[in-house]
């Protein structure tokens, strides 16, 4: 690896994102046979369901949802609105090269420029030049149809297919490397790590031998319960690269560089949340891919096939159950030959069929790595009930076909304006299930990562308290002059002038002087002021008798006299709040915690007893795959 600084070149990214491209199993994309639709009952049927898709595919027909701002000063674009196109060559011509030699200086220590020399770097910082441009124009995008006409979506889908050219409604899964940032001094710690590369840094506070290998999955539309315009779905693998990597001097070949890395877990995303297991219980490919399991209609990944489904769950608004309540006097119950269902009120956890995820049976159940996790009861589903696969395919042809995708590694201009700018994909409904998906706005990700960094220089300041008082003897029942030098830098105006001091982290810090300045008022020479003492006085003795009650409520814990242990507590709530804040947005901005901390342990493998294996007499009626009746024939 000749990067000095430790991070993967261009041809390294693209062997590690090949390498490990997944195999997806989904259930056929048939015209007569959709995925939901408006009548009948949704049972385990072998429907059909949207298949992933280029973002062009979406975007030949989507409008342009301009930010308010930017229409303000252009009123003419409520009248006639510029193409994407349009907007697009607009933005282009207004970067000077000027600009790009700046921007070319402040990305040079960027990962994902790495490599890139000449016009190459030139042509990507560009592009991203464009990317922040037009992130300040536009908000999201829009399709024509009714948002909740699952049937005529459908329709129009097929239509589409059949009038677009094939470079553009080809099947693509989009691959992209997120490398860690911290540098791999093994003697720094996380804090230091992040204080040393700054704000910029954000979330990624990790060494640059962690990699995530990122695949997205865009469809058309989402036709599970929620029911939103596009749609944005992903897998992540943790990867650790080891030691030998970074001792070579050379760009590595595949065989040298897979042997030194270690993929540790896997995250499979499943609605607001997602599932993750050890590299060693996925369920992979005789090949070694990792096998993703595409629910009908909400496009959900999941790692095996179950025949009783997954039980899906969403959080309820109060416009949501408001929509839902008259619908739940029908809701289930057969009438007139149908089986009726609320449009709003199936995002609740239960086994009712529209709030489950249904996965079809792989078609090659027998292709497993030899120490790969087996599903003996999927073996068993008969052909007509098994989905199809799609997998990575090189060449012009692939993903124009029913069983291949072409992964896309370089063109992932939509991929990081989603992720980087926050731009909507689909529309902006006042129902929080109707909204399409949409990563998090620079602004707001700006705001985060700084918050982060303050944490990390308040977290620094704390620690260097307790390494001064470390070393020194006292009694805590008498004075202990050496708090004031030790705690000078953590008094509030202090932590405020050097931009310390976030919102989250203000509890505790008061908390701490309260309790410190109670028994040893010493370690603050002349008093904090009347504010801060008022401040102080209502965090001891809360309720509406603080001003005259002399004594705290009985606490044991915070009524401790020994000054280390309140800073040790206001050590622990700011380290806590660093991780909380590490978590916002986990999915788009830190693959690394979403993976690690955020996704939940696959509890419908982990500790699951599975049941006895049934023949297969027993499971062909269990499964009812063959349904003419719901078919749009």
């Avoid at 693509?172 to 940032?181: E, F, K, S, T």
């Avoid at 993703?292 to 959080?315: K, L, M, T």
């Avoid at 239960?350 to 030899?370: C, F, I, T």
Wanted: a positive charge.
């Amino acid at each position: 690896m000749p990067d000095a600084r430790g991070y993967l070149l261009p041809g390294e990214r693209q062997i590690l994102l090949h390498r490990y491209a997944p195999v997806l199993v989904l259930f056929p994309e048939l015209e007569q046979q959709a995925p939901y639709p408006d009548e009948g009952d949704a049972i385990y049927t072998m429907r059909g369901s949207y298949h992933p898709r280029t973002v062009e595919f979406f975007l030949q027909q989507a409008t342009i949802r301009y930010h308010k701002l930017h229409l303000l000063r252009r009123l003419a674009r409520l009248l006639k609105p510029h193409s994407l196109q349009d907007e697009i060559n607009a933005v282009e011509a207004a970067i000077s090269n000027q600009r790009i030699d700046e921007a070319m200086r402040a990305y040079q220590d960027d990962p994902r420029y790495a490599g890139l020399t000449g016009e190459a770097q030139r042509s990507a910082i560009r592009t991203r030049l464009v990317q922040q441009e037009l992130g300040k124009r536009i908000r999201g995008f829009d399709l024509s149809l009714y948002r909740g006409n699952n049937i005529g979506f459908w329709k129009h889908y097929f239509e589409l297919l059949a009038q677009t050219p094939p470079e553009t409604r080809r099947s693509v899964v989009y691959g992209r490397l997120i490398q860690g940032r911290a540098p791999l001094d093994q003697a720094l710690s996380s804090t230091e790590a992040l204080l040393r590369k700054g704000p910029e840094q954000g979330p990624h506070d990790v060494r640059r031998s962690r990699v995530a290998l990122q695949y997205w999955f865009h469809y058309y539309y989402d036709d599970w319960a929620n029911r939103h315009e596009g749609d944005w779905e992903v897998i992540t693998l943790l990867l650790e690269l080891g030691e030998h990597v970074f001792a070579q001097e050379r760009e590595l070949d595949e065989a040298t560089l897979l042997t030194g890395v270690q993929v540790l877990d896997v995250g499979y995303a499943s609605h607001e949340d997602g599932y993750r297991r050890l590299w060693a219980d996925v369920q992979k490919t005789a090949a070694g891919r990792p096998i993703v399991y595409i629910a009908r209609g909400s496009s959900a990944s999941y790692f095996a096939w179950e025949i009783e489904g997954y039980a899906a769950s969403a959080r309820l608004s109060v416009l949501e159950k408001a929509f839902s309540l008259p619908g739940k006097l029908v809701r289930g119950r057969r009438i007139f030959g149908r089986r009726w269902d609320a449009r709003f009120s199936a995002r609740v956890t239960g086994l009712d069929p529209k709030n489950v995820d249904w996965v079809p049976a792989d078609p090659l159940a027998h292709d497993r790595l030899s120490d790969s996790p087996d599903n003996t009861l999927e073996r068993l589903v008969p052909a007509p009930c098994q989905g199809v696969r799609r997998v990575p395919a090189d060449g012009p042809g692939a993903g124009l076909d029913g069983g291949t995708y072409r992964l896309e590694t370089e063109d992932l201009f939509w991929l990081e304006m989603v992720h980087e700018y926050g731009v909507q994909w689909g529309e902006d409904s006042p129902l929080p299930g109707a909204k399409g998906p949409r990563g998090r706005s620079l602004a707001r990700r700006t705001r985060e990562r700084q918050e982060i960094h303050q944490l990390a220089v308040l977290e620094t300041h704390i620690e260097r308290a307790l390494q001064m008082l470390s070393i020194v003897r006292w009694n805590s029942e008498h004075a202990i002059p050496e708090l004031s030098a030790a705690l000078k830098r953590l008094r509030p105006k202090n932590l405020s002038r050097e931009d310390g001091f976030p919102r989250s982290a203000r509890l505790a810090i008061y908390t701490m002087w309260a309790w410190i300045l109670k028994e040893h008022p010493e370690a603050w020479p002349g008093g904090p002021g009347l504010r801060l003492s008022l401040l102080f006085r209502g965090l001891l003795y809360p309720g509406p008798l603080r001003f005259i009650r002399r004594q705290p409520r009985p606490e044991p814990l915070l009524a401790r006299k020994d000054p280390m242990y309140h800073i040790k507590a206001a050590l622990a709530q700011v380290r806590m709040a660093r991780y909380e804040a590490q978590q916002l947005g986990a999915k788009w901005d830190n693959p690394f915690a979403w993976v690690r901390h955020v996704c939940r342990a696959d509890t419908f493998y982990y500790g699951k007893k599975r049941a006895q294996q049934k023949s297969r007499d027993e499971l062909l009626p269990l499964l009812d795959c063959v349904d003419t009746e719901m078919s749009l024939e």
